[in-house]
């Protein structure tokens, strides 16, 4: 009679497992998935080890039997509690949602879903500094018409410990040529303080670095005689930094590093690879400037990096009116569309700089990186990807080119 219990209780359970996996391999979500497989799968499980349980019927089977079940009844539920969070602030779709959304509110979500996200497969950043659903537009915002590039009005600089120097020079330079008005942003990313382990001590050595950034930042001022608004901010960068209308600011920042000013890592668990200034272009409207090395006073070379984006001569336009650079000449790299060529060769042309159309053949492949790597300023309207500021060791601008050291300007959208 027992060992028919035993076995019986072990079909049983097996016939749970088999339930779990189905639901694993046909549900549409991972809750729906996760249920199956923390449910269906804890009682099928522990069913089986009942049933060996009975089977075997010694003091020593009983005792081990008995805690594996009080292991899975203790750890499964709350590894699904677990994944189930993560798979809603990752903004997983809630395809099997059929009423209202309690945690609407409560818990932070991501607008886009992971493979939103995912750039040419690759990892998705780290979700706390990811542009939250308070950061990105709304889908009404998404769909609308691109709105033009307006004439530049102000200069927005992004302040990051040990980066002032370089972004500052080229931010002063810009709103001293086009005679509008300069702020700096000292800003606190607040989702990284969230992230600590000891919060009050998070915020303390991230405050310290910012006003060291802030100091710098005076020491530089003084050298040139600048004068210059500096605002102050804790919160979420991508927020704080946006901009108004498309082209009427222009958000100058370092080519690396991120509001948390260099500060270690506060979470023994968290894997520290803040890339929030690639996000930027997706996320703001308008066009974002990486400070490079210095330009040269009197001539620049521009290189156009074309992958036949239709906001790109916009941009470029912009760009040559904005005066961002004393340009001098305009190397054209990439689409071999003779339209897109004739159309570049108009902007140039308008506004007194040399037009040259680099060779887009694969043999000449070396030729286009060496015209890349010598120019002063990049323009582009897609950022390298993946979105990592530094690919196998290497700076994201050597995606751009090898050894290219200049400056970036990046806009993603139209506006």
Known sequence: MTAILALILKFVGVGFLIVAAVGVMRFA??????????????LGAGLVVLGTLVGQGSSDVALMGSLTILFLLLTVPVAGHLLGRAAYISGTPLVGLTSGDALDGILTREALPPRARLADGDAVPMPALAPTAEDVASPEEQTA???????????????????????????????????????????????????????????????????ASMAALQEHM????????????????????RHGAPGRTLLVVP????????????????????????????????PILYAGHPVEEDAARVVLQDGGEEHLPELVDWALQSRLWPTEEIWHVGSPDPARAEIFEQIANRHGARYTKAPSDPKNANTRAAMVRVADAAIIGTMPRPLRARWYGMPWTERIAPGFRGDVLAMETAG
């Open 222 to 241: 003084e050298k040139c005689g600048a004068g210059l608004t500096v605002r102050y901010d804790e919160g979420v960068p991508e927020a704080v930094l």
């Open 255 to 286: 080519q690396d590093g991120w509001f948390h000013h260099g500060v270690e890592p506060f979470h023994s668990d968290l894997s520290w690879a803040p890339d929030g200034l690639l996000r930027l272009p997706a996320v703001h409207e308008g």
């Open 145 to 211: 018409e691109p709105r033009p590039l307006e004439r530049l009005a102000d200069v927005r600089l992004a302040l990051i410990l040990s980066q002032e120097e370089r972004a500052f020079a080229r931010a002063h330079a810009i709103a001293c040529r086009n005679e509008v008005p300069l702020t700096a942003h000292a800003i606190v990313d607040s989702r990284t303080i969230e992230l600590a382990e000891d919060k009050p001590d998070a915020r303390a050595r991230i405050r310290k670095a910012c006003a």
């Open 29 to 42: 979500d991972p809750f729906q998935r996760m249920h199956a497989a923390t449910k269906a799968g804890t």
